[in-house]
Structure formats: C-alpha cells, structure tokens
C-alpha cells in the first residue's frame, strides 16, 4: 500500500510502553500531513490493528521489537506484510544488532530506524515508507553495507539464531528443539560461527558477537 505525495498518512503506533507512545504521538501530531487512528501495546493488538478497515486503515506501523511476553515485532512484522495491501510497517527500536535488523527486513519491514532518531528523521521515513520505498536510519544502511561487503565473514540468520540461544544457556539439544534442527546441524552452525568469529568457545563466541553488535547484550 503506497501513497500519493501529500496525502495523509495514516499511522498505528505499536509499542508497550505508553510514555513511548504518548511521546511518538506529540511528535507525529505536529505533522499536517499525519493521523494516527490507532495504538497498540502489544505485538498482537498491531497485527490485529494493521487489518482494520474504512476510517481506521492504516498506511504504515511503527513497530517496536520488544514487547515482553507474548509475539515479537519482527512475528508481527511478518504476519502484517503478509496481507495482501497491507500497511508497510517501520521498525522504531532501540537494538542494532545485525540478529534484530536481519529479523526485521526479513519480515517484510520497509524501514529500520532508531528511537533516537531526530523527529525531521523519523517524520521523513514515514513518509518514505508511505510512498513504497525503503527508510533506513544511516547507521542500520553502514551495517547492511557491511555485511554485504564481507559475506564470507558475515553470519547469516540461523547462525545469529543459534548464538543468541547459546547466550540465553541453553544446551545444543534445547537449540536443536526450539529451531527444529538435529543436534548434528546446530553443532555445523556453532562450528561456522567459531570460524567466522575467529574463536573456539560458545563463551568466547558470545563474548565476540556481542562487542561486534551481532547479537544484545541484554535480554
């Protein structure tokens, strides 16, 4: 779904914290050509929420990653591009990693941009976004660029995946059943990205993707 130039924007506003929101809004508001006809606190209300029609149709999502418990905004991501016509949804996150941005490109986002964009930046993508084409904050583009430059060197995203349950603790036989792998594929992951990180530790690979940006260093 794209719009002609100078039309309004109909914006969802899907974060779980309600001062975020309220933040958004007052910046968004002060923008003639925007309406915002929705909020949602979580990653399921958007996806519901992105469906709407008549007077409530929205054009494009910001989406924030993380809402705690339930869907992540990269699964809401997915399931809203998936409709046909549907709202282009504009990540507006905190994480840089390259796990969160391959996440959410993959899903369909049209754009990536940080929360402390300035807000000419973020009303800019918005409209970029709107009008079908791609918004991406300067400093995700450097990291994209990267990874293309170097694939060899790059993980890919079952191989940030792992890693990141690596982080979390958990055994090669509880990542084999949380990304339905054998066991013997999860060990050839883990032994790529040893090679690619240039160590020979799920300690120090962990250590090493986090320093790179790779994967968070929090939850």
């Given at each position: 779904?794209?719009?002609e130039?100078?039309?309004?924007?109909?914006?969802?506003l899907?974060d779980?914290?309600?001062?975020?929101?309220?933040?958004?809004?007052?910046?968004?508001?002060?923008?003639?050509?925007?309406?915002?006809?929705?909020?949602?606190?979580?990653?399921?209300?958007?996806?519901?929420?992105?469906?709407?029609?008549?007077?409530?149709?929205?054009?494009?999502?910001?989406?924030?990653l993380?809402?705690g418990?339930?869907?992540?905004?990269?699964?809401?991501?997915?399931?809203?591009?998936?409709?046909?016509?549907a709202?282009?949804?504009?990540?507006l996150?905190?994480?840089?990693?390259d796990?969160?941005?391959?996440?959410?490109?993959?899903?369909?986002?049209?754009?990536?941009?940080?929360k402390?964009?300035?807000?000419?930046?973020?009303?800019?993508?918005?409209?970029?976004?709107?009008?079908?084409?791609?918004?991406?904050?300067?400093?995700?583009?450097?990291?994209?660029?990267?990874?293309?430059?170097?694939?060899?060197?790059?993980?890919?995203?079952?191989?940030?995946?792992?890693?990141?349950?690596?982080?979390?603790?958990l055994?090669?036989?509880?990542?084999?059943?949380?990304?339905?792998?054998?066991?013997?594929?999860?060990?050839?992951?883990?032994?790529?990205?040893?090679?690619?990180l240039?160590?020979?530790?799920?300690?120090?690979?962990?250590?090493?993707?986090?320093?790179?940006?790779?994967?968070?260093?929090?939850?």
């Open positions: 779904m794209t719009r130039p100078g039309a309004t924007v109909r914006l969802l899907a779980d914290h309600p001062v975020v929101r309220a933040g958004l809004r007052a910046v968004l508001d002060a923008e003639p050509d925007f309406e915002i006809v929705a909020e949602a606190a979580t990653a399921e209300a958007a996806v519901e929420r992105a469906a709407a029609v008549g007077a409530h149709r929205v054009d494009v999502v910001l989406m924030d993380q809402f418990a339930g869907m992540h905004g990269a699964e809401a991501t997915a399931a809203i591009t998936a409709r046909e016509g709202p282009r949804v504009l990540v996150t905190t994480y840089d990693t796990a969160d941005i391959l996440a959410a490109v993959e899903a369909g986002a049209a754009g990536y941009l940080l402390d964009a300035p807000p000419e930046e973020l009303a800019a993508a918005v409209r970029t976004a709107a009008s079908g084409r791609s918004a991406l904050a300067p400093a995700i583009a450097h990291r994209l660029m990267d990874r293309m430059r170097a694939p060899a060197q790059a993980l890919s995203r079952r191989e940030l995946e792992v890693l990141r349950l690596v982080k979390d603790g055994s090669n036989q509880r990542i084999s059943k949380e990304l339905f792998l054998s066991q013997a594929t999860v060990k050839s992951h883990l032994v790529h990205i040893y090679a690619k240039g160590v020979d530790s799920r300690t120090a690979a962990v250590a090493a993707a986090t320093a790179r940006g790779l994967i968070r260093n929090g939850p």
